[in-house]
């Protein structure tokens, strides 16, 4: 998917025709804020400079935390200080407007030559060096063994994969600490695996199922809005 965030909305809809046109499948967002949402899923992202609230150089920055994902800026003519910005924020391509279909479509297809194939699901991790062998953890109900990576969860016994555990271990070793989806991405995958905020998400949905008396109002993994995930240990 290629992920558009432009908020004038005559520049997005004949990007996303044209984009569409050529096969690609295409979201268009108005607002970074609203972007945000949706980087994970994206191969491309055709990116605005200007853009009301976030601007485009704030949103390549937050985006370059996590991902390699390419970034296309469309900057206004003429502005090299401009460009040299939207380069310096992790955009990998430039096109100042008004441009030309044709020449976006081409610098897409070359962006998408040149970007590694889309990372895969994290793979465990290798079982060489797990952190945490031997410990067990005991919250509620539920019991984890970190060496057997077997567990009592809301399903029965069940054996966890690495990255469950880690994630679990992490957030316990950081109870009561505000954690965002970088801290937990770098300290859970590692930056050099390319995993999206995505990725944390749906992971800490699969904990929330095993590990939460009502999956649905969490009581020990708790989202704090607009920041990450904090986990409480003894909730009142
Ligand atoms: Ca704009």
Redesign the pocket.
């Known amino acids: 998917m290629i992920l558009v965030v432009?908020?004038?909305e005559l520049?997005a809809d004949m990007v996303r025709l044209n984009l569409e046109h050529a096969g690609f499948a295409v979201e268009t967002c108005t607002t970074a804020e609203a972007a945000l949402a949706h980087i994970g899923a994206a191969e491309l992202i055709v990116l605005?400079?200007?853009?009301?609230g976030m601007d485009?150089l704030e949103f390549a920055r937050v985006v370059r935390r996590t991902l390699t994902v390419p970034i296309l800026m469309?900057t206004a003519r003429g502005e090299v200080a401009a460009r040299v910005a939207g380069l310096d924020a992790g955009a990998d391509d430039y096109l100042a407007k008004p441009f030309a279909m044709p020449e976006l479509l081409a610098r897409v297809r070359a962006l998408l030559r040149r970007a590694p194939a889309a990372a895969p699901e994290p793979a465990p991790k290798p079982p060489a060096a797990p952190r945490g062998s031997g410990r067990t953890i005991r919250f509620d109900r539920y019991v984890v063994h970190l060496d057997t990576r077997e567990a009592t969860t809301n399903e029965g016994t069940e054996i966890l994969t690495e990255t469950e555990c880690q994630l679990l271990l992490y957030f316990y070793d950081h109870a009561g600490e505000m954690l965002s989806r970088t801290d937990i991405l770098e300290n859970v995958w590692g930056m050099d695996r390319f995993p999206t905020a995505r990725t944390v998400d749906n992971y800490v949905l699969r904990l929330r199922k095993l590990f939460e008396p009502d999956p649905e109002s969490p009581r020990y993994l708790i989202t704090v809005r607009g920041r990450g995930y904090s986990f409480r240990i003894d909730p009142a």
């Open positions: 432009e908020d004038e520049v605005d400079r200007m853009l009301p485009g469309l």
